[in-house]
Nanobody, 125 residues
Framework: QVQLVESGGGLVQAGGSLRLSCAAS????????MGWYRQAPGKPRALVAV???????NYADSMKGRFTISRDNAKNTVYLQMNNLKHEDTAVYYC???????????????????WGQGTQVYVSS
């Protein structure tokens, strides 16, 4: 079993900052890319940012320059630093990972198979 646990959400005023964390644990053999997604009310879940195991990053256009994704491979943890938050950033933020898990038959690729419970971010205007 693999668990992804997000934390760090909350209520912040527009222009403020938050730092989200997501820790992966359990029967993990290796982790490749890790990513943050968000889902606003009435909207589909959308990619926010992704980071490779080597540290290469990609961002959705609306987050470029405001959000920074990083990771600590030793801790299997990915972070999302969010600055200059806007009301439209209000959403539940989820993390996911392209990982290989231990199974009875050995390492088994499980790309983006696990989701955390999400952490709510609310930005007041």
């Amino acid at each position: 079993q693999v668990q992804l646990v997000e934390s760090g959400g909350g209520l912040v005023q527009a222009g403020g900052s938050l730092r989200l964390s997501c820790a992966a644990s359990g029967s993990i053999f290796s982790i490749n890319a890790m990513g943050w997604y968000r889902q606003a009310p009435g909207k589909p879940r959308a990619l926010v940012a992704v980071i490779s195991s080597g540290g290469s990053t990609n961002y959705a256009d609306s987050m470029k320059g405001r959000f920074t994704i990083s990771r600590d491979n030793a801790k299997n943890t990915v972070y999302l630093q969010m600055n200059n938050l806007k009301h439209e950033d209000t959403a539940v933020y989820y993390c996911n990972a392209d990982l290989t898990a231990w199974s009875k038959g050995g390492p088994e690729p499980m790309p983006f198979a696990y989701w955390g419970q999400g952490t709510q971010v609310y930005v007041s205007s």
